[in-house]
DNA sequence: TCGGAAATCAAGACCC
DNA sequence: GGGTCTTGATTTCCGA
C-alpha cells in the first residue's frame, strides 16, 4: 500500500502550497479565537473580584442573546411579510 | 489477532442479550423519531398545498421556540435572585 | 406603515384557525419527537453504566441502518425485476 | 414582593455602572469570537470547493494543536530542568 | 434527489 | 467533581 508520505509527494506543488495555507489561516483565526476566550474568562475573573455573581452575570448575558435572536427572528418575519406585500 | 466474531463469543449469554435488547430499544425509538420527522414533514406539505408559505410557518415556530426559551432563562434568572433574597 | 397585526386580521377567520391549527399541530409534533430524542439519550446512558462503549453501539446501529437500507435498495431492485417478469 | 427593577434600584449608582460596563466588555468579545467563528467556518468553505476533504484538514489541524501542546510540555520540563541546574 | 449548508446533539475538555 | 464551553458528528433542510 501507499504511504501517506507519498502520496502526499503526488500531490503538486501549488497544492500542497495551498493546503499550508489554509491550515495556517485557520490555525491564525483559531488562535485568536483562544485569545479571545481567555480575555472573557479574564473579565469573568475581574467581574468576581468585584463581588458579582458570576452565574447571575452569565444568565443576563445568555437571556440577553436570546432577546437577541429573538428580535433577529421578528425581523426576518417581518421582512417575509413585507416580501408578500411588495409582491 | 482475535477476530471480532471471536471475541463476541467471549461475552457472556448473558451480556450478549442485553447488548440486543439495548439495540433493539434504541432501534426502535429510533425508528419512532423517524415516523415523527416523517410526519411533520408530510403536515409542512398540507401547509404548502393549503397556500401557506412554509418558510413563513418555520420562522413562526422557530420565534415560538425562541420565546418559550427566553421564558424559561426569564424564569432562572428570577430563581437566582430569589435565592439572593432567602439567604 | 401596516403592522405586522393589521395583516394578520386581514386573514380570514377561517384561514387564521387553520394557520393555528397548523402550528399546533407541527409543534406537538416536535415536542413528541424531542421526548423520543430524550428517551434515547437516556438508554444510552444505561449502555453506559451497564460497561458498554456507547461509541461502539452508535457504529452498531448506524451500520445496522445502512444494511437495512441496503437490503431495501435490494428489494427495490428485485421488484422491478419482478415486474419486468410479469409483463 | 419587591420586584426585579426594585432590587436593581437598591444597587448604588456607581455599581449598576460598573454591572453595565461588564456586561458590554463580555458581549463585545464574544461579539468578536463569534465573528471569528464565522471566519473559520468560511475558510473550511472555501477548503471544500477547492476540493479538499474537510475532515482530514480538521484531523491535521487538531494533531498539529496536540503536537504544539507536547512541545510546550517538554519545553516547561525542560525549565525545570534548567531552573534546577541554575539553582 | 443529491449535495451542500445549517442546526442539533452528545462527548470531551476545561475551569472553577 | 460539577458545570460550562467547545468541538466533532450526526441529522436535517433546502435549492438546483
Redesign the interface.
Given at each position: 500500500m501507499m504511504s501517506e508520505s507519498d502520496r502526499v509527494d503526488q500531490l503538486g506543488q501549488a497544492t500542497r502550497e495551498?493546503?499550508k495555507q489554509?491550515?495556517a489561516?485557520?490555525?491564525r483565526?483559531?488562535g485568536?479565537?483562544a485569545e479571545?476566550?481567555a480575555?472573557?474568562r479574564e473579565?469573568?475573573g475581574?467581574?468576581k473580584s468585584?463581588g458579582?455573581?458570576t452565574?447571575?452575570?452569565r444568565?443576563?448575558?445568555?437571556?440577553?442573546k436570546?432577546?437577541a435572536?429573538?428580535r433577529a427572528?421578528?425581523e426576518?418575519?417581518?421582512d417575509?411579510?413585507m416580501e408578500?406585500?411588495e409582491d
Open positions: 495551498k493546503l489554509f491550515i489561516r485557520i490555525e483565526l483559531e485568536e479565537k479571545l476566550a480575555d472573557i473579565v469573568y475581574e467581574v468585584f458579582f455573581d452565574k447571575v452575570i444568565k443576563v448575558i445568555s437571556l440577553r436570546i432577546e435572536s429573538e427572528e421578528q426576518a418575519l417581518l417575509m411579510y408578500v406585500v
